[in-house]
DNA sequence: GCCGGTGTTTTTAACGTTCAAAGCCTCGGT
DNA sequence: ACCGAGGCTTTGAACGTTAAAAACACCGGC
């Protein structure tokens, strides 16, 4: 394994010389520059990253602690890690992965990141109501940025990326609206969710606006699983057989509105246009194909970095950004 | 941000002996151990792994390259990475996530990760039918340990760990078997797989063994998806109208059989007998829930890290794994 | 011929840790 | 009292890199 010392030797330069060949390129003359090159080449040199970071004191990693709740299924989480990577790459970062307990029982395990230098700073996702962790960490001074809204004010929420679930919620009523359908239900989920309140807000607010009824139109579920979402479908129908849209929280949720619309013979596309959220695998390989929102992953995953590794106002200072989700059309919304 | 010499000025011994409290601490007094130890902890010293792995060139840190084949899905992904984390930590290491174009045309990036001394060796998965990276890894001396065979014999395959396909599809067709079954289909991949041809074996010795036909009942699908599951399912209907269970070879075919069964009016885990391997997310959200062969992701995981990280006998000698799957019951297979 | 300036390269000194070897006790045996 | 052995601790050097400062070379102006 070659070292800086050994190509400075074959180039009959100092060490230093060959350092800034690699990191000042402009600082050397231009056939001093070029013989140093060809030493590297052909001493097929790769700067040491440990000794780099010892040195300049960062080390060019990111921790994401990769969330493990049975409960909530993580149908696009594959897709967000590929985002972050290639973000990361992008500007010569990486990301290192954790576990940690959630909540503030995790926070020790951030510290030790940290203090002992395997990361720069930290992606939050899978933020909760109230979550602990940005207070914390701001006081630690410890970068960071969340995927995901603080939805609840604490003291100083600290700079996030979001999508807006709103603007989608409003993007399916609009949707299913020019697609003729004038009673368009919304499945929810309990009032502490901000995220399942932002959605929520959306749907009223361009069902409003529309002209459509609202009042008793939305179902709150208890968890987000397909028999919940079945559920609350047929209450919804039993309520109001007029009922010719749901706009659901989450692809999960809008799977058990198609199952229930199934079971009672009513055809999702044709009788009643469904949507779901997010876009995940399971929209795709459902039939009809679910209309869903999809989340700019690649967008979402450029900002955070960005905000992250921005040089100057480090991310403490509060920045936001909040991104448009995408409607992908599909059968359950539109025949055909 | 306290330093080892820090901590020594304040314990009042020498660097060398507080690096010693941590990495041998036999070797000191136990009064002066416990005198360092104080200073540790009064001073909230944490040691700064760069320093350390620049001294020692072991970084402690695992890659490992998260794929990007939109046309196949990753739905045990989370799963696995968590089981990846965990396992790695429980032995002080991380993991690093990178890209890389697949094939061959990645290896510049593996290669330039263990360069540049930003990880010690590899985890891949994935692994393809004639999977270059083994070689190659080999060749470069760059420790790694493949989740999944290499199924066509390269040269010297590597170590790898890996599930028994065919052990569970024998699990499947006995436990369709035991529940009255008499003439169990298969649905596969086309035979190009090594995966397919694996778990097809298993299924055709089972019902050898149980006295079951074979003839005519296995279907190669064209890909992995709900509509091609469908097709065969229906093409296997078609050809034996007693058909009673379907061992499908991936939860995406077997849920393609489920919506076809829907179709044609028979009732799953009643009329037929369904089940599917890996127990996706999708296995427990489609209704009735989905038989499924579990992936031991825990005991996978943990033998991955073993076997990289073995002190002794570098993975360069061919080690193999492998394990055993777990038949988890659900409705598709069983009324109730 | 000397001066200051500009552009290029080298020297020196760290970053925080661990390894190897040397040093210093203390103690039992002669 | 002296020696050697063991247990504990310190010393010195190194891992590979970069920042800052110093040195050098060249040039135009006076």
Redesign the pocket.
Known sequence: ?A???Q??AHA?????????A???P????????ERVNRSIELLN????R???S????AVELIGYCVPNWPNQTHLVMDQFLHALCAAAERTGRHILLFTAPPGVDGMPVYDDLHARRLVDGFVLSQTETHDPRHGWLKEQKIPFISFGRVWKETTQPGPWVDVDGAAGSAMAVRHLHEAGRRRIGFLSWPKSSGLAEDRLGGWRTACKELGLPTSGLAVRCREDGIAEGARATAELLDADPFLDGIVALSDILALGALRELGRRGLTPGVDVGVTGFDDSPLADVVSPGLTSLRQPMDDIAAELISILTDPDGPPDASTERLLHPELVIRGSSAPG
């Open positions: 394994m070292t800086l010392k190509v400075a009959e330069v100092s060490v230093q010389t060959v350092s800034n690699l990191n000042a402009h600082r050397l003359r231009p056939d001093t520059l040199y790769r700067p040491n440990n000794a780099r010892l040195r300049t004191s």
